[in-house]
């Protein structure tokens, strides 16, 4: 079973930044779509970010972090990122990378469902 093994996280101030990272241990081939997700206490899951074949042509985000968050992939490394600046109070959650094996078309990747998940890091935004 394939496993997403992520890091970063942590406690910031508002106004501030983390980088989250996520990587596959073990695995050879590439996925057809990364992801990354958040959950708020008493909240449902919520997608933040995809990128369709590791290509920053294709990258999609969900309205709230446009302009601050940005996914990417380091291909060779197969690492995945999630770059977050000018965070804000609402933005504290359990955040998720997952992966993908099966063809998605555009910002589909922001609903469809994925193969594997990492186990997720806590990010607090407080002052």
């Known amino acids: 079973q394939v496993q997403l093994v992520e890091s970063g996280g942590g406690l910031v101030q508002p106004g501030g930044s983390l980088r989250h990272s996520c990587t596959t241990p073990g695995r050879a081939t590439g996925y057809r779509a990364i992801g990354w997700f958040r959950q708020a206490p008493g909240k449902e899951r919520e997608a933040v970010s995809c990128?369709?074949?590791?290509?920053?042509?294709?990258?999609y985000y969900t309205d709230s972090v446009k302009g601050r968050f940005t996914i990417s992939v380091d291909d060779v490394k197969n690492m995945f990122y999630l770059q977050m600046n000018n965070l804000k109070p609402e933005d504290t959650a359990v955040y998720y990378c997952?992966?993908?094996?099966?063809?998605?078309?555009?910002?589909?990747?922001?609903?469809?469902?994925?193969?594997?998940w990492g186990q997720g890091t806590q990010v607090t935004v407080s002052s």
């Open positions: 990128i369709l074949d590791y290509s920053q042509d294709t990258t």
């Open positions: 997952a992966a993908r094996d099966q063809f998605v078309w555009g910002n589909a990747c922001l609903q469809l469902p994925y193969n594997y």
